[in-house]
């Protein structure tokens, strides 16, 4: 099973990026979906996640009202649009695909990681 995620890159303060998750129909197509990310020195947290079919979203409180996380069940794809960012958002982003239809902030939920992209928001 393969999951990437892509889409990071520099940024200013202030400024948008997209993120997008791509895997295989049978990985993500009934699974949940959730973004972690891991900042220099510190341990990887909980993002934003979605259930199988987009319509149940759960957000970490530093980014609620500047992030969102959607889904494609066309093109199988996972979504993390980031605005608003801000130098303490620079981190290895992740994607994970649930063992479940549904999940929420605890790594315990995900069976299947992806590799990370990098952003980076400058000061």
């Known amino acids: 099973v393969q999951l990437q995620a892509y889409g990071g890159g520099l940024v200013q303060a202030g400024g948008s990026l997209r993120l997008s998750c791509a895997a295989s129909?049978?990985?993500?197509?009934?699974?949940?979906v959730g973004w972690f990310r891991q900042g220099p020195r510190k341990d990887r947290e909980f993002v934003a996640s979605?259930?199988?079919?987009?319509?149940?979203?759960n957000y970490a409180e530093s980014v609620k009202g500047r992030f969102t996380v959607s889904r494609d069940r066309v093109s199988i794809t996972v979504y993390l649009q980031m605005n608003s960012l801000r130098p303490e958002d620079t981190a290895i982003y992740y994607c994970?695909?649930?063992?479940?239809?549904?999940?929420?902030?605890?790594?315990?939920?995900?069976?299947?990681w992806g590799q990370g992209t990098q952003v980076t928001v400058s000061s």
């Open positions: 994970a695909a649930a063992r479940g239809s549904y999940s929420g902030p605890s790594s315990l939920d995900y069976e299947y």
């Open positions: 129909r049978r990985t993500l197509s009934n699974n949940a």
């Open positions: 979605v259930s199988w079919n987009g319509g149940n979203t």
